[in-house]
């Protein structure tokens, strides 16, 4: 048939095709990256607010005419904006991202120190998050026309419930009532539990909805019948096919779900006064620290790129119906 | 009240001791940049000062043994003690405070409230090792309170010699702590200082500290920070809410440390400088007609004292007049109408040539607790019932410097902490309201007053104790009978511990706290 | 085996949903070796009873049955647990959506070793080495690979194969295949039918549903008529094709459009149904001089097209040719059809003609002027010549608009949407299709598929058209509504004077609708020519295959009579 | 059920927004009126959800906050949703460049964290309601300008389009009569879905010191004014959690259920 005429060798166009993918999908996040580091770089400086006052111990310094100009010298806030500009984007390239003005010490150092927590926060939510939402999804796909409305209340609520209010009432019952759990330990297991949580509920919310609804369409669909027809049981079915279905959403979600922890661990972190990237973006922005500003900005951005390539990369190997476009 | 018991048992070294702080995580340690409070409450830790205030108030020396000032008070010469070192093994003497002094005079330090405190020297030397000699640019009597500031804090001139950025990262002092390490964004690691040698005369031991170290953490919510006390993270915490410590007074296992700081009082400036506060009536009448103290009866919890004085209660040259303040809407009403605020629009505010009566108040974010950020909605709500509009805007702290320099305010609230009378000439000199190149000034009623101005020059420079405080009482009547200000109540430091935290209760002459005496119990 | 073991037993089986009861009393046996076929229009509870079978009709049904017997075992008292193994053991089910019945998420060879996994205890090793025979022995081509694949990566025919593999592990008793061949070429349909005669011929009872009976005339031994949920007559296929009973088979019988001439009424009227409408010679006078000629000169083509190539960008380099040198004309009030395999070009074709699609090399000429070589602003005044009819009506329709909307829109240009303002215009074009004026508030999602058909068709004549683009406009539709639709085009080409471009790939609709036909193959034509001619005596090989393929096409004997 | 939550919903949110459009109907005090002395009391016949720090009803500030509330949440929605179908309009239909560049731009506004964008715009323009708004709408807006392109890339090359164009319509009337009204129809899932969450983010910036400045009883501020005295009374925070919820659950609930039930 026609079909064999068209094959030619696989395997050498397939890898090559890879890797322009790939390529393009690396030019595509340092355009990213650059477009954010220049909408930074120019938003805020349109801020009200002298850096140099941010520079010299933050505003309502009572820093000297001297002072002022010494600093704007040293960090070449006395140049045209756009020689600071193309400084800057200099040094980025370089990978410097210069030093927080009002940490006074580097940035990537900074970042350094901020990111594991961040990270182990991030990501501990984003398990549990996928943990409870499919538990919900199986849970109520086994049980029947109630438990599914229960669960999908569930999922609706803890979806629309703030962090910072989640965050409030877990310390005032587990820590303050029950004493079960440490409401600030940053350095325990027991003290990561209600910030995962607070994290995770709202996510777990969110991403149970898009997977029962997946789930419970994969349960009626023609190759779930055709599998139960070949003699497969309920729960063989919910394994083999319902949970993967289920599975694929969820990865293309966690894009998106990776901001919505990011701007969420602004306000845990507050909270649970754990130091983190959300926390100091916080604080950067009040203080109009830019250079940290920026890295926080430029870190999360490529973060963002990346989790997105590869949950493409992951989608495409999961689902062979995406196709290379 | 202060809670300092002898029947507390036998005192227990080791143990580590986790504080917690509500304030904002300062950017620098070194409290010569900069300086504000939170920077003290820590610094207190690791430095001391040249003098300091005794449990009664009373000014002593600490790391100076004495000082003379010369007949027509231009020159002050300071006596260091003997026998001090610093954590890095540098000797204290003379040259080192000089070292100091420069170090905050130098524009690149950024010093801000050390820098003013010291303003008025025009220079100094090391007469001997033990002697140093400063030169007045006009007599300061203030100068030994400035020097019990934690801001005047003495630091090892070698460790200042580094870069500012390791300097911040870990000064180095003369106290019963030091600087281990700094986790950003999570807690100051303190450890004992096993060389200590000079505690203050009150203290009850000598030698190093009972604490084998102390974890400085910040926990900026405040709901947080008390359940972390409650669950027995952490054994002290600042900046406690008013319910909160209303609740833990009830408690068998808290214990409450209230330490007012010295300085300003909490309190409300009225910006004369423009519409409508620059008609003496209408500040009359705003201060009539809002109703502070039930405010403070039901947001306090008991915890606060109204305060009717510009200066601390703690200053012993506080002048105080209840009988200005008084809520009487009749008689705001009454000078509302003789100041021509006399019809109301369609919302019930006063309007004058078409203009209405709205006062702009911007607040900080990060400087008003809650409780006070509740006052001044309430008392936005009584003043309405006169025809008073106040427009209240929460801003982050950048924001709020920026709308006090484009001077677009009616009404704001700034606290001010300095020790002694002389910080009226801060807030209220006609030269403080000529802003830093920053754009920062603290004459925020803008009073310019030529016969005040006089007042607070010669009560800054007489050297009769006497006549000094009778300077200061004129001077504060005028503000108070100005109308300049509505005072509130002392500027809040409340700290709630654990009850297994045992002697508690020294404090610095800023009224932060210090643990040189403090042991825990197991 | 014995050849009277009865392996399927029912008697009286009914199902309901809810209040609905959708099977109704139907009896019928099936016995080792034996094929029978169930047929019916779609709705009539085929697939529903098939599932019963297997004890999955579905949530929320009721089953009640006097004898249900499947491979020995009672199906009216089983427990799930035996059910299990029963399905996929005893009985092997084909279901009916074969583009959907494999997991896209998992490899072929995956779904087809689940039976060997779920039933046998081989090992792993054995399994995969059956799978690989199973694989070979529905024909599918490099078993290695193909067991490796996921269902996106194979063709419709491909995924069936693997599917009938994966029913067939076992040998099972009994083969259910439910409409094994829809949305399949001809030529692959045919591989198929063939591939359930052998497992037949090895022993197995097959179940075959359809609703096509010409399509099960060359497997089935015994055929039992579904309508409405009641089995409506029952017989051996000759007895069935020669001597129908019940007006119902006999309606269905007439449907088929195989073996009937042009004009010839495939649904039953009042006028006589079997009826044979000569070309109205008039008529065609007429609509030969409106091309512009007199009579007896040369009929000049409404429509023709001049070696036609288009190619598309495959990945970044390669480009693909989807056809190439397509030339052909269109004469007035005349249908040309066009056959050819999937994927051979049809529909592109139909784009370039439509004016959608810029062919890479040739043009286009409507009425002897330039038209793909136009620019579109200035085709745009004479697009009202040319309507097109698509094989799913639904997606062509604005889904905010009513019935009444659409046909205003089309009436008025474009220029209203509001149905009182052509209110009599709109009533015209509904009774011409042959619906009734008061749909015209509905809402087209809410039609039948055979009203929604009937509705693009009056959408597309509003403008007056004289040439109508049929892309598959009957592929999607019951046979029987499928005979309604064809005739009301045979009637407005003969009352309008029409010409149509004829796409199908079902040869049978394109002999009975056509005058020339075209026979396309990966891009090419490889035969044109009068309908009779290439039906009768084809010449290119590929044609001869195609018409081999199609049940009943080169068979008058069947049909003819009727 | 799925009925029932669906009345449920649309009970709720009829409340709230009768609450919004006639406070004085439901709430018996005046919102703004302080009574110290009544401070901190708990729910009883007198104030049903209790007081506040300034004697405040709490019942009657939740009413008279639906106003804010929600037009806090359906302005940011619509802003959100008016910056995306701009956006969206000419990214589906403007040409590959154009399409590829407000891709691009798209992207970067994803890449870049939302509070972080909510926050730079409230340095820059000062906090308040107005602010708090505009904030929320243009974190929201590329989400929803993602959704609207690819509907509206969809729709031109759906049949539809194209019969369109043979019936010979042009590519603006086709745009106008059929594109664009047709990507509009999951608008209003969107924007209903939208609410919730718009409402929820004012909410973090209220708590973040950067939300509507008081009195204004708007939802989001009392939340976060409550917790502080969340150990001593806990009907302050959590009557106002509750409308919040509600509001944002029932919002989803109504979207979800259009989405799935009305249009194919
Ligand atoms: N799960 C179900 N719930 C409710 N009704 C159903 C269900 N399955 C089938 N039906 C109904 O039962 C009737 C028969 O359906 P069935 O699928 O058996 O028809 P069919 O003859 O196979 O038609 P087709 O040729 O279209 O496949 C239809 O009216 C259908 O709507
Ligand atoms: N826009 C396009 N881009 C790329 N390839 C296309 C495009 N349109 C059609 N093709 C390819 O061109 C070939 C011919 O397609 P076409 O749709 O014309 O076939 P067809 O004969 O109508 O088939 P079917 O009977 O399945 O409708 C197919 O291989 C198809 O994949
Ligand atoms: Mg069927
Ligand atoms: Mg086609």
């Known amino acids: 048939m026609s079909t064999s005429t068209a094959l030619t060798p696989r395997a050498p166009s397939l890898l090559g095709a890879s890797v322009r993918w790939l390529l393009g999908k690396l030019m595509g996040g340092i355009f990213v990256l650059w477009a954010v580091a220049t909408a930074i770089f120019f938003g805020i400086r349109m801020i009200p607010g002298d850096p140099a006052e941010a520079i010299m111990g933050g505003p309502g310094s009572q820093a000297s005419a001297e002072a002022l100009a010494a600093a704007r010298a040293h960090y070449g806030l006395d140049q045209p904006l756009i020689v600071q500009y193309g400084r800057q984007l200099k040094q980025l390239a370089l990978g410097d991202l210069g030093t927080s003005y009002s940490l006074k010490s580097p940035v990537v150092e900074v970042l350094g120190e901020l990111v594991p927590p961040t990270l182990i926060l991030a990501s501990l939510a984003l398990l549990v998050a996928w943990m409870m939402a499919l538990a919900l999804a199986v849970f109520s796909t086994r049980s029947g026309v109630l438990a599914s409305a229960v669960a999908s209340g569930l999922e609706i609520v803890s979806a629309a419930v703030p962090h910072f209010w989640l965050a409030s009432v877990l310390i005032m019952v587990f820590s303050s009532m029950l004493g079960w759990l440490p409401p600030v330990s940053t350095n325990t297991a027991a003290g990561l539990v209600l910030p995962v949580f607070t994290l995770a509920l709202p996510l777990a919310g969110f991403l149970g909805q898009v997977m029962r609804d997946t789930m419970m369409e994969a349960q009626r669909s023609a190759f779930a019948l055709s599998a139960r027809a070949r003699g497969e049981s309920e729960t063989g079915i919910l394994l083999r096919h319902s949970l993967r279905h289920a599975a694929l959403p969820g990865i293309s979600l966690s894009g998106w779900a990776l901001g919505s922890l990011l701007s969420g661990a602004v306000v845990v972190e507050s909270i649970f006064a754990r130091p983190g990237l959300g926390r100091s973006l916080l604080s950067a922005v009040t203080a109009r620290d830019i250079p940290l500003v920026t890295g926080v900005a430029l870190l999360s951005a490529a973060a963002y790129v990346v989790i997105m390539t590869v949950s493409d990369i992951v989608e495409r190997l999961a689902d062979p119906r995406i196709k290379q476009s | 009240t202060t809670e300092n018991s002898a029947d507390d048992g036998t005192p227990v070294t080791g143990g580590t001791l986790v504080y917690a702080s509500g304030d904002a995580e300062p950017s620098c340690l070194d409290p010569h940049v900069g300086g504000n409070y939170p920077q003290a409450l820590v610094a207190s830790q690791y430095l001391e000062t040249l003098y300091t205030k005794d449990a009664e108030g009373k000014l002593i020396p600490w790391l100076a043994e004495d000082s003379t000032v010369s007949e027509d008070g231009l020159t002050r010469s300071v006596k260091i003690r003997d026998g001090i070192s610093f954590t890095d093994g540098t000797a204290l003497d003379a040259a080192a405070v000089k070292a100091n002094f420069e170090h905050l005079l130098d524009p690149n330090t950024a010093s801000s409230t050390g820098y003013l405190a010291l303003g008025k020297i025009a220079s100094m030397t090391a007469v001997d090792a033990r002697t140093l000699e400063l030169k007045l640019k006009t007599p300061d009597n203030s100068l030994l309170e400035s020097f019990s500031m934690p801001w005047v804090a003495i630091e090892s001139p070698t460790a200042l010699k580094r870069s500012q950025e390791e300097n911040c990262a870990a000064p180095v002092g003369t106290g019963a702590f030091k600087i281990a390490s700094w986790k950003k964004q999570e807690a100051v690691n303190l450890v004992r200082n096993e060389g200590y040698v000079r505690p203050v005369a009150s203290s009850t031991h000598e030698g190093p500290a009972y604490l084998d170290a102390i974890t400085w953490r910040f926990i900026p919510d405040a709901a947080t920070r008390y359940a972390a006390l409650q669950s027995g993270e952490v054994q002290v915490i600042d900046n406690a809410q008013p319910d909160a410590i209303a609740t833990a007074t009830k408690t068998a296992t808290l214990k409450h440390l209230d330490a007012p700081r010295p300085g300003a009082s909490n309190r409300i400036e009225l910006n004369s400088s423009k519409a409508p506060f620059n008609d003496p009536k209408t500040r009359e009448a705003f201060v009539h007609a809002v109703n502070v103290n039930a405010s403070i009866d039901s947001l306090f919890f008991g915890t606060a004292k109204r305060s009717y004085s510009p200066l601390s209660s703690v200053e012993p040259l506080a002048y105080s007049d209840d009988s200005l303040f008084d809520y009487d809407p009749a008689k705001a009403a009454e000078l509302l109408d003789a100041a021509g605020w006399t019809e109301r629009d369609t919302e019930g505010y006063r309007i004058k040539d078409g203009q209405r009566f709205s006062l702009t108040f911007p607040v900080s974010t990060s400087q008003s607790i809650p409780a006070e950020q509740s006052i001044f909605e309430q008392m936005q709500a009584t003043a309405k019932d006169s025809g008073i509009e106040i427009k209240i805007n929460l801003l982050d702290l950048s924001s709020w410097y920026g709308d006090l320099a484009k001077n677009n305010y009616n009404l704001v609230s700034a606290p001010y902490t300095k020790v002694g009378p002389s910080v009226l000439s801060i807030l209220f000199h006609s030269d403080s309201t000529i802003p830093a190149p920053s754009g920062y000034f603290a004459n925020h009623s803008q009073v310019k007053n030529p016969a005040l101005d006089a007042l607070l020059t010669t009560a800054g420079s007489t050297k009769d104790e006497a006549e000094r405080k009778d300077l200061y009482t004129k001077a504060q009547k005028l503000v108070l009978e100005g109308y300049y200000l509505l005072p509130l109540y002392d500027q809040q430091n409340h700290f709630l511990y654990s009850d297994k935290l045992k002697n508690v209760g020294a404090t610095t002459a800023v009224a932060s706290p210090l643990f040189f005496d403090a042991w825990l119990s197991n | ?562 | 059920m799925r009925q029932l939550f669906r009345v449920l919903a649309a009970v709720v949110l009829l409340f709230f927004i009768l609450a919004a459009i006639a406070p004085n109907l439901l709430a018996p005090f005046d919102p703004l009126a302080i009574d110290p002395a009544a401070a901190f009391s708990s729910p009883s016949a007198g104030h049903v959800l209790g007081t506040d720090e300034s004697g405040r009803d709490i019942y009657s500030r939740i009413i008279h906050g639906a106003r804010p509330s929600l037009l806090i949440g359906a302005m940011a929605t619509a802003i959100g949703l008016g910056i995306a179908l701009v956006l969206g309009t000419i990214a589906g239909f403007g040409g590959r460049w154009l399409d590829f560049g407000i891709g691009r731009i798209l992207e970067v506004l994803f890449a870049l964290p939302g509070l972080l964008l909510a926050l730079v715009f409230i340095a820059l323009a000062g906090p308040g309601v107005t602010t708090t708004v505009i904030a929320v709408g243009i974190t929201a807006a590329p989400g929803y300008a993602r959704i609207i392109r690819g509907q509206i890339l969809t729709l031109r090359s759906s049949p539809m389009v194209e019969a369109a164009t043979v019936l010979g319509r042009s590519r603006f009337h086709v745009l106008r009569v059929h594109i664009l009204p047709n990507a509009l129809a999951p608008i209003g899932v969107l924007a209903t879905l939208g609410l919730g969450q718009a409402i929820l983010w004012a909410a973090s910036l209220s708590f973040l010191g950067l939300g509507s400045p008081p009195p204004t009883p708007e939802w989001g501020a009392m939340l976060s004014a409550g917790r502080t005295y969340l150990s001593l009374a806990w009907w302050m925070t959590f009557f106002p959690g509750m409308a919040i919820v509600l509001v944002a659950a029932a919002a989803t609930v109504l979207g979800r259920s259009t989405k799935f039930g009305g249009v194919r």
């Open chain 3, 1 to 562: 085996m014995n050849e009277q073991q009865a392996i399927v037993e029912v008697k009286n089986l009914s199902v309901s949903f809810g209040g609905s009861k959708v099977v109704k009393d139907v009896s019928f046996t099936v016995r080792a070796g034996e094929c029978l076929a169930l047929v019916g229009e779609s709705g009539s509870g085929k697939s529903v009873t098939a599932r019963s079978l297997l004890g999955l009709a579905g949530p929320g049904s009721t089953v009640t049955a006097e004898t249900l017997t499947v491979a020995g075992q009672d199906g009216r008292s089983l427990s799930q647990r035996s059910w299990r193994t029963l399905r996929g053991k005893e009985v092997g089910f084909i279901l009916q959506d074969a583009l959907t019945s494999l997991d896209p998420l998992r490899t072929v060879g995956k779904e087809i070793d689940d039976s060997l996994r779920l039933h046998t205890r081989a090992s792993g090793a054995t399994r995969a080495t059956r799978v690989m025979e199973l694989l070979e022995a529905v024909g599918l081509d490099d078993p290695e690979r193909r067991a490796g694949q996921r269902s996106g990566e194979l063709s419709g025919g491909m995924r069936q194969r693997a599917l009938i593999a994966a029913a067939i592990a076992l040998d099972p008793q009994l083969i259910i295949a439910d409409e094994p061949t829809t949305a399949l070429d001809a030529t692959i349909a045919a591989s198929i039918m063939d591939l359930l005669g052998t497992l037949r011929q090895a022993g197995s009872g097959v179940l075959l549903i359809s609703h096509d009976l010409a399509a099960v005339a060359k497997v089935a031994d015994t055929i039992a008529v579904m309508q409405a949920g009641h089995i409506v007559e029952r017989g051996t296929r000759d007895q069935i094709f020669h001597d129908p009973q019940h007006p119902y088979t006999r309606a269905l019988l007439a449907a088929v459009p195989a073996g009937k001439p042009r004009f010839v009424k495939l649904s039953p009227t009042e006028e006589a149904s079997s009826q044979v409408h000569t070309r109205d010679s008039e008529q065609k006078v007429t609509a030969a001089e409106d091309a512009g000629g007199e009579a007896g000169a040369v009929v000049r083509p409404v429509l023709s097209a001049r070696k036609l190539s288009k190619s598309f960008a495959k990945g970044k380099h390669a480009t693909f040719m989807a056809i190439k040198d397509v030339s052909f004309e269109l004469l007035p009030g005349r249908t040309l059809g066009v056959v050819g395999e999937s994927g051979s070009g049809k529909t592109t074709t139909a784009r370039i003609v439509l004016g959608l699609l810029a062919p890479d090399a040739g043009a286009v000429e409507l009425f002897d002027e330039p038209w793909s070589s136009a620019r579109e602003v200035d085709r745009r005044s004479r697009r009202s010549q040319l309507g097109a009819i698509y094989q799913d009506p639904l997606s062509s329709f604005d889904p905010r608009l009513s019935v009444g909307s659409l046909l205003a829109d089309a009436v008025s240009f474009g220029a209203t949407r509001n149905p009182r303002s052509h209110a009599a215009r709109i009533t015209e074009l509904l009774q011409m299709v042959g619906l009734d004026a008061e749909m015209s508030g509905r809402n087209p999602a809410t039609l039948s598929g055979g009203q929604r058909q009937r509705l693009a068709i009056a959408r597309a004549l509003a403008p007056q058209p004289r040439v109508l683009i049929c892309d598959e406009p009957v592929s999607a539709l019951d046979v029987s509504v499928q005979a309604q639709v064809l005739d009301l085009l045979d009637e407005l080409q003969q009352r309008l004077g029409l010409s149509y471009v004829f796409i199908s790939h079902d040869l049978s609709v394109v002999r009975h609708m056509s005058d020339d036909v075209l026979v396309m193959r990966a891009g090419q034509v490889v035969e044109s020519g009068a309908t009779e001619r290439i039906f009768t005596s084809p010449r290119h090989d590929y044609t001869r295959a195609l018409l081999a393929a199609s049940p009943l096409v080169g068979t008058q004997e069947s049909g003819g009579g009727l």
